[in-house]
């Protein structure tokens, strides 16, 4: 019988035994805090030197980010707008739907401006002139898309796969559109994680040269809750054993290929059950010890420090090395939502920069067990980035035991900055049809653009390096 995962509550609420082959090894943390200020302060100075060029469609994207991070209402407006986008099919349903969310009252924030302005200009407008506006939006959220989301084909994302790694990057693929609610939609979703597995590096060709030393090539994250129609945590068993049934043939072909699967994280209330299916599938004989595999902890939670503890311990009994992907979370706003909902406690920490702190308490439990663990360093915020770059310092984290990785389409100075820098840089590399992703294009839209996101208060507010690179568990 499968043996329940220990609950986050009692994890938080006691100590978790580590083994003392791993004890922590504490430095010194004003050495420690001034490495992390030295290196930041050298990120920022090869940053510029990768600023895409004036007239550039890179460019002309960051303005529009621009444009959104700075006005409040026009970034509610738009997201309001695409949230609707996929049901409207017909030019006169879009066009009606731009002007009204141009124009509400309810969504106004800062009363009349140049958005009514651009409503009332529509209204009086000339029906070919109206039809131009409803293309400019079509082509405005297409344009988007393709900033985040790599292609729909296989062909498609193979091509800009290619072009990242001439330039000397990583990828992981992400099959948007994963959400399911028939066991024929999760055999489709297998299938289509499977073709992705065993063809994808056929696509691209050979490797460029020195890419091998970086680990398997072809890299694919998956969310479990798109292997089956019935995602239960309340059926933790009946759960692991549906998924496990179609996950085997993934990790199989895995094996054959020499991929890499990456097991992604999705809301809160799925955690648990995911960290438990994965210690059920490497308790298998046929996958035990298998290297190419990974998954990812989110450091907004309130819990996340003991869980990660619990999950290593869990590892290390096994002898089980594994990938895991350090994330600060995308789910901040639904998961209080849901929780408020529920009437439960609240699982994410409401404070921007004591996430920011906590990501640091989960980077040095990471680092500390580097013979167990590779860490994936995921952050666009420059001061977790050079904390981590310290850390590994500091530790000896052999070469190879950990990587930084990126979304697409975002932060790309300070992809290239780092590549320059001469540390591996993975890009999460979404792919598949616009409008399945359009959650996942919301959650973008917000994460570049919400007022404590360090690309705005750094690219569009110009808040000073000092303040930028300050140690987040010190008091403002």
């Known amino acids: 019988m499968t043996e329940a995962l220990v609950s986050p509550s009692a994890l938080s609420s006691q100590a978790v035994d580590r083994p003392r082959a791993v004890a922590p090894r504490r430095q010194d943390d004003t050495a420690l805090e001034?490495?992390?200020?030295?290196?930041?302060?050298t990120i920022f100075r090869e940053i510029p030197k990768h600023a895409p060029s004036k007239i550039s469609p890179a460019r002309l994207d960051d303005l529009m980010m621009q444009l959104l991070m700075k006005d409040e209402d026009l970034r509610y407006r738009m997201l309001r707008f695409v949230d609707v986008y996929p049901?409207?099919?017909?030019?006169?349903?879009?066009?009606?739907?731009?002007?009204?969310?141009?124009?509400?009252?309810?969504?106004?924030?800062?009363?009349?401006?140049?958005?009514?302005?651009?409503?009332?200009?529509?209204?009086?407008?000339?029906?070919?002139?109206?039809?131009?506006?409803?293309?400019?939006?079509?082509?405005?959220?297409?344009r988007m898309g393709q900033q985040f989301i790599a292609g729909n084909t296989?062909?498609?994302?193979?091509?800009?796969?290619?072009?990242?790694?001439?330039?000397?990057?990583?990828?992981?693929?992400?099959?948007?559109?994963?959400?399911?609610?028939?066991?024929?939609?999760?055999?489709?979703?297998?299938?289509?994680?499977?073709e992705m597995v065993e063809r994808f590096g056929g696509l691209l060709g050979s490797e460029p040269a020195g890419r091998a030393a970086s680990g398997p090539r072809v890299n694919i994250s998956i969310k479990l809750s798109s292997l089956t129609s019935k995602f239960e945590p309340m059926d933790p068993e009946g759960?692991?054993?549906?998924?496990?049934?179609?996950?085997?043939?993934?990790?199989?072909?895995?094996?054959?290929?020499?991929?890499?699967i990456n097991v992604d994280m999705e809301k809160y209330e799925y955690r648990d059950l995911?960290?438990?299916?994965?210690?059920?599938?490497?308790?298998?004989?046929?996958?035990?010890?298998?290297?190419?595999?990974?998954?990812?902890?989110?450091?907004?939670?309130?819990?996340?420090?003991?869980?990660?503890?619990?999950?290593?311990?869990?590892?290390?009994?096994r002898s089980q090395p594994l990938t895991i992907r350090l994330v600060k979370g995308a789910y901040w706003d639904s998961e209080q939502?849901?929780?408020?909902?529920?009437?439960?406690?609240?699982?994410?920490?409401?404070?921007?920069?004591?996430?920011?702190?906590?990501?640091?308490?989960?980077?040095?439990?990471?680092?500390?067990?580097?013979?167990?663990?590779?860490?994936?360093?995921?952050?666009?915020?420059?001061?977790?980035?050079?904390?981590?770059?310290?850390?590994?310092?500091?530790?000896?984290?052999?070469?190879?035991?950990?990587?930084?990785?990126?979304?697409?389409?975002?932060?790309?100075?300070?992809?290239?900055?780092l590549r320059a820098m001469g540390y591996p840089v993975r890009i999460y590399t979404p792919c598949g049809e616009l409008l399945p992703g359009m959650a996942y294009l919301v959650r973008?839209?917000?994460?570049?653009?919400?007022?404590?996101?360090?690309?705005?208060?750094?690219?569009?507010?110009g808040v000073s390096e000092e303040k930028l690179l300050s140690d987040p568990k010190s008091t403002r």
């Open 87 to 142: 049901a409207l099919r017909t030019s006169k349903a879009l066009g009606e739907h731009l002007e009204e969310f141009l124009t509400s009252p309810e969504l106004a924030t800062a009363g009349p401006g140049p958005f009514t302005a651009l409503a009332q200009f529509i209204g009086r407008s000339r029906a070919a002139t109206r039809d131009a506006i409803r293309f400019a939006s079509r082509f405005g959220i297409s």
């Open 34 to 41: 001034a490495l992390t200020i030295e290196l930041g302060r």
């Open 239 to 260: 759960t692991s054993a549906a998924v496990r049934e179609r996950l085997r043939p993934l990790m199989r072909a895995a094996q054959r290929s020499g991929a890499f």
């Open 274 to 317: 995911t960290l438990q299916i994965l210690l059920d599938l490497l308790d298998e004989g046929e996958f035990r010890g298998f290297a190419n595999l990974g998954t990812v902890h989110q450091a907004y939670l309130t819990d996340a420090v003991p869980v990660l503890e619990w999950f290593l311990a869990e590892l290390r009994k």
């Open 444 to 461: 973008r839209i917000l994460e570049n653009t919400s007022n404590e996101s360090f690309l705005r208060q750094r690219f569009a507010e």
């Open 337 to 417: 939502i849901w929780a408020r909902a529920k009437g439960w406690p609240i699982p994410v920490i409401m404070e921007k920069r004591e996430t920011d702190a906590n990501y640091e308490r989960c980077l040095r439990v990471l680092l500390e067990q580097s013979d167990i663990v590779r860490t994936a360093v995921a952050s666009h915020n420059v001061r977790s980035i050079a904390h981590a770059m310290a850390l590994a310092k500091a530790l000896k984290v052999p070469a190879g035991r950990f990587e930084y990785q990126m979304l697409y389409g975002m932060a790309g100075p300070i992809k290239d900055a």
């Open 154 to 194: 296989a062909e498609e994302v193979a091509k800009k796969i290619r072009r990242m790694e001439r330039e000397g990057f990583l990828f992981s693929l992400d099959l948007l559109g994963e959400f399911v609610a028939s066991e024929s939609q999760a055999d489709h979703f297998t299938g289509r994680y499977l």
